[in-house]
């Protein structure tokens, strides 16, 4: 049974360059997934409009888009790319739900656990240091049920989940899987921020020395200060890809 | 044996204006002898270098490797030693850290700027030569070890003494970054150290500007409090400017210093408000509070309500008077003000309700109430009737602020005197400034406030 990768590739109709370097996540991923014994899957049709459901959240039709058999599944956003050389990273889950802590703006994390809390989730409690980025997670079948509810809950919340979405900008998927997560008690596992490199203009590391790739294997592009049209998503991305893959 | 509390706190005169005074390490010493008291923990200050040079041994280096040697010429008997900087200003309510260490060596990862810790350990990497795990980089300002880690902090002791001259080239000449942490975080992965570094972050919660913590929720405006009060539990004054630390932790310690007294009095509560009438004329003067204190100081098996909350102060007061205390508004931004105010005080409920519609405020009936909410006549006659309807069995106060002050001498002071004259209420006690008093171009025509009680 392999493993899988799986990748959201949607074009953004509201911010058309966003989806531009993507290329270089998927072309790294499959590069890793050769050398790894892996299938790489990437979902590139809408399974709803845009102005329903945001490419994020498309994330969680997974279990309902694979018709193969599989044992875990890693779901990378599309702004990451992967060192060549990382281990085999689903030998480190321990067959849980495995993610990386939400490094970064803690104003805008706290913003998303208080105003989803307020509106979706009052009696659930996210203590900080668990809420995680859901730009990497690794799961497995015995998740697809967990997938379901959060499906069904888009389902029942959509609309609102939009407005929260375009009034507080404070992230989409993100936190209700975190709530959910709480909710439904996942035992998850957390990995060590190297697997998922959030933020790293924060960090320091995101410099032309490439100190990012000295230091840990998955680097999320996300995050970067004046990162009008996603132009410098797109410079860092292609930089890296070229520096790692040549 | 105890578990020990070993702070850092060396004020060096030479470096005092760079620092911006040391007043900081005052403020961080209170926070962490209130939390041993606590937590029956021995308060170990390091305030006098044992090297005078502190060129070639530098204050961090010093407590690493003379740590276990004033301990035991000091006479203690420790068990688990957690050190800490003065840097550091514990939550009043940190719950025992030493309980979740497991017994090992317990850091904390020092992820805030990777390049630096990249750059250190790099520089360190030759003269240790060993290839250092990154993802087990620990901040050396907060540890926790215990007496199983004596002979390896000996030995770091004599790896250093022994290469003192080559150690300070590197910290001051060569890599330039830190002082004895990259040297610890070798020796120790060297020496196979077995670590806990799974504890959550909020114990170690530095670079509280990096992380954008010391702001709070600016979209709900429900609550002022800054999120690193709220959330974190070891608060690390670490990369801000040095000479405003000082400046930095003395705005917090007026925050929660109330948080941080053994048995609470009223001088100390009036000096966390920071100011009263005079100042503020929506607020009530120290004098009113005051006199509150002396009447109410032993109701605390009975709840109050408070009707109209302004910065949340008085609230405050009430809130060490009683068991319980309702604040009643209609404003929700004077709840996200009196929330900051008030944090850590975990027995006000704030209510947001319009007390001026002909419906019930849904809370438990009371014996006190506060009525200092709208000042037109009819709106005080309004409170008053709710405050009669809703009166617990015995006897009932109420509380006014206002009465006299001569803004509201055709509203206020009409009201309660037509209630008084009812019979519906008596007058108790004259309370805060008293006739002829001035308030910033207000004045006085009769006692600020009044106790009265309900007539039943």
Redesign the interface.
């Known amino acids: 049974m392999k493993n899988i990768v799986f990748i959201v590739n949607l074009k953004d109709v509201k911010k058309p360059n966003r989806s531009n370097p993507y290329q270089y996540s998927i072309n790294s991923w499959k590069s890793w997934c050769d050398k790894n014994n892996c299938e790489l899957m990437v979902l590139e049709d809408r399974i709803y409009e845009e102005n329903f459901m945001n490419a994020n959240w498309h994330k969680l039709f997974i279990f309902k888009l694979l018709d193969i058999d599989y044992d875990q599944v890693l779901i990378a956003d599309a702004d990451t790319i992967i060192h060549p050389d990382a281990p085999n990273v689903f030998e480190q889950t321990d067959h849980k739900f495995s993610v990386v802590h939400n490094y970064g703006s803690y104003d805008w994390i706290c913003r998303s656990i208080e105003n989803y809390k307020k509106h979706f989730f009052p009696d659930i409690e996210i203590p900080l240091e668990k809420y995680f980025n859901s730009g990497i997670i690794i799961c497995n079948k015995k998740h697809e049920e967990f997938y379901d509810k959060i499906i069904d809950f888009y389902s029942d919340n959509g609309n609102n989940l939009v407005k929260l979405q375009e009034a507080y900008g404070v992230g989409t998927d993100q936190p209700i899987l975190n709530f959910f997560v709480q909710q439904e008690n996942i035992d998850c596992n957390y990995l060590p921020y190297e697997w998922n490199m959030q933020d790293m203009v924060r960090t320091e590391i995101l410099n032309d020395r490439f100190t990012f790739t000295k230091i840990g294997w998955i680097y999320h592009f996300n995050g970067i200060p004046n990162n009008q049209n996603s132009d410098l998503s797109y410079h860092w991305m292609k930089k890296t890809y070229e520096y790692l893959y040549g | 044996m105890k578990n020990v509390i070993f702070w850092v706190g060396v004020k060096n005169q030479t470096y005092s204006e760079k620092y911006g005074g040391w007043e900081w390490m005052d403020i961080s010493r209170k926070t962490w002898e209130y939390w041993c008291e606590k937590h029956d923990v021995i308060f170990f200050p390091f305030e006098k270098p044992l090297d005078e040079d502190l060129v070639k041994y530098r204050i961090n280096w010093q407590k690493s490797i003379y740590c276990f040697d004033l301990l035991d010429e000091a006479g203690i008997d420790y068990d688990q030693i957690f050190l800490v900087d003065a840097t550091c200003m514990a939550k009043w309510d940190m719950p025992n850290v030493f309980e979740l260490t497991d017994n090992k060596f317990t850091a904390w990862?020092e992820?805030?700027?990777?390049?630096?810790v990249?750059d250190s350990v790099r520089g360190y990497e030759d003269f240790f030569c060993y290839e250092l795990d990154?993802?087990k980089y620990f901040s050396s300002g907060v540890i926790i070890f215990n007496k199983s880690h004596k002979d390896i902090f000996l030995e770091f002791k004599d790896l250093y003494l022994n290469n003192v001259d080559k150690f300070v080239e590197l910290q001051d000449k060569i890599v330039r970054k830190g002082t004895e942490q990259t040297p610890l975080n070798y020796w120790l992965q060297k020496n196979e150290v077995e670590m806990n570094l799974d504890l959550?972050?909020?114990y170690k919660l530095t670079h509280i500007h990096?992380?954008?913590?010391f702001?709070n929720?600016?979209?709900?405006k429900?609550d002022d409090t800054p999120?690193f009060i709220?959330?974190g539990k070891n608060w690390v004054f670490n990369g801000i400017n040095k000479d405003q630390r000082t400046n930095t932790m003395k705005q917090v310690w007026n925050l929660v210093k109330h948080n941080y007294v053994k048995e609470q009095n009223i001088d100390l509560l009036l000096d966390s408000l920071n100011e009263d009438k005079h100042t503020n004329p929506h607020t009530t003067s120290d004098k009113f509070k005051s006199d509150v204190w002396d009447f109410f100081k032993d109701f605390n098996d009975q709840v109050c309500i408070e009707f109209g909350t302004h910065k949340g102060q008085t609230t405050k007061i009430l809130s060490y008077c009683f068991k319980h205390v309702y604040t009643v508004n209609r404003n929700l931004q004077s709840f996200a003000t009196a929330k900051m105010l008030n944090i850590g005080i975990e027995n006000i409920t704030y209510v947001p309700f319009d007390l001026y519609t002909e419906q019930e405020l849904g809370v438990e009936k009371s014996n006190v109430f506060m009525i200092d909410a709208g000042h037109k006549y009819p709106e005080v006659i309004h409170d008053i009737d709710r405050c009669i309807r809703m009166s617990a069995d015995g006897d009932s106060y109420i509380i006014f602020d206002d009465y006299g002050l001569n803004t509201h001498e055709e509203n206020v002071k009409v009201a309660v005197d037509e209630s008084i004259d009812k019979n519906k209420i008596e007058i108790v006690k004259k309370i805060g400034y008293q006739k002829g008093h001035e308030f910033a171009h207000k004045f006085l025509k009769d006692s600020e406030g009044l106790i009265c009680r309900i007539v039943k």
Do not use: A, C, S, V
């Not at chain 2, 992820?111 to 630096?116: A, E, G, S, Y």
């Not at chain 2, 990096?210 to 913590?213: F, L, S």
């Open positions: 990862r992820t805030d700027n990777l390049n630096w990249y990154i993802q959550p972050f909020t990096r992380k954008e913590m702001g929720n600016w979209q709900l429900e999120y709220k959330y």
